[in-house]
């Protein structure tokens, strides 16, 4: 964290003792004229702190917030010239006839407040100058740390947004799953199929991982692998030996990657390819992860119907929104058609990268 950002977190959280601060060094700047004694400087001082406070927060607090939010700049600037005149004739007010008093030896000429109220050259050259000169800095300080703290709020609305949308889309993706997956099941009970509660063991071993297992952000790759292992053993239970399945997995370290997107990738290979062709389908799957590089490639034959393309479906469409939200800068996901075979390709660059930024995600709390 930054210098600024602690700074900014400090001022937000301990608001008043930040101001408090702030005064407390503006009051121990040395002002002491040549001649004054150290009581007479601290309460000339005293005075001049209290006349800074009220530029300083009227021009922060009152005029700033207008011109922000008011079209109506000359309104605004009407109230910044009146405002400015009242708070240089107080203070002229209050030194002449409570400061001077105070610390300066009798006898003295004093102005009358009429006289004072009608001196504006006097106002504006001397008092207007000492009191607004610190007023601007402070008025652009706490510009930028509203600046800052807008955008701050902005970027964990985005990010809260984001992560409504991310559950939204794995609720969605769940149940789309486990649709498909009891049709099968049903398909095989239909037939009194030898291999039926077999399959009910091994959904409920897929169910365990994806509502138990997969409730973070990331998962390990291993464990993803070894979904697809038995999600592939649970469809081949359906086709017997009609259908050819080829899964190849090469990893050189378990790195953490969005769980069930490569689910729903193969999942929509066999509804769209194996469920669709009567004859020998065949699905191939490539997993690599190699220097932080992830590559996912499924490749499906289909039948083609009247020259129609396959559509992606809700499976492969979630996955594209997923995407989109997770990985937004380093990811490919495309599919197209080869040979009357149906291919998708996931490319993520940089895995372990990504891993790092997201852990390392820093929270602003507001008050």
């Not at 095989?188 to 897929?206: C, D, F, H, Q, R």
Request: with cysteine; charged share 20%; net charge negative.
């Amino acid at each position: 964290m930054s210098i600024l950002d602690k700074a900014i977190r400090y001022s937000t959280v301990y608001r008043v003792s930040s101001h408090v601060i702030f005064w407390l060094v503006v009051f121990i700047v040395p002002q002491v004229p040549e001649g004054m004694s150290f009581r007479d400087a601290l309460i000339d001082n005293a005075f001049c702190l209290a006349f800074y406070m009220m530029a300083c927060y009227f021009v922060a607090y009152f005029i700033i917030p207008k011109l922000l939010k008011d079209d109506n700049y000359l309104v605004t600037m009407i109230y910044f010239i009146v405002g400015s005149y009242l708070i240089s004739a107080f203070s002229r007010i209050m030194v002449v006839h409570v400061l001077e008093p105070i610390i300066r030896k009798p006898p003295f000429e004093q102005e009358s407040i009429w006289e004072i109220l009608t001196d504006i050259r006097q106002l504006i050259v001397v008092y207007f100058l000492q009191n607004f000169s610190l007023a601007w800095i402070f008025g652009f300080l706490k510009l930028v740390k509203d600046r800052y703290l807008i955008k701050q709020r902005t970027l964990v609305l985005e990010k809260e947004k984001a992560e409504a949308e991310l559950h939204a889309l794995k609720a969605q993706l769940n149940p789309h799953f486990l649709f498909n997956t009891l049709n099968n099941i049903y398909s095989l009970s239909l037939v009194n199929s030898p291999v039926t509660s077999k399959s009910i063991a091994g959904l409920s071993e897929i169910l365990d991982h994806v509502l138990y297992r997969c409730k973070g952000k990331f998962v390990p790759i291993s464990t993803e692998i070894t979904l697809l292992k038995n999600y592939i053993d649970l469809e081949k239970l359906r086709y017997d030996e009609r259908l050819e399945v080829n899964f190849t997995h090469s990893i050189d370290q378990d790195l953490d990657i969005a769980p069930l997107i490569l689910l729903s990738i193969v999942e929509n290979a066999f509804k769209h390819g194996a469920g669709e062709d009567i004859g020998r389908p065949s699905i191939a799957i490539h997993l690599t992860l190699s220097n932080g590089n992830f590559s996912f490639m499924v490749y499906n034959s289909f039948v083609p119907k009247d020259e129609e393309m396959p559509s992606d479906g809700i499976g492969l469409e979630n996955v594209r929104k997923q995407l989109a939200l997770i990985y937004p800068q380093n990811h490919e996901f495309k599919t197209y058609i080869s040979e009357s075979t149906f291919v998708t390709l996931l490319n993520i660059a940089d895995l372990k990268t990504n891993k790092v930024q997201v852990s390392d995600e820093s929270k602003m709390s507001f008050s």
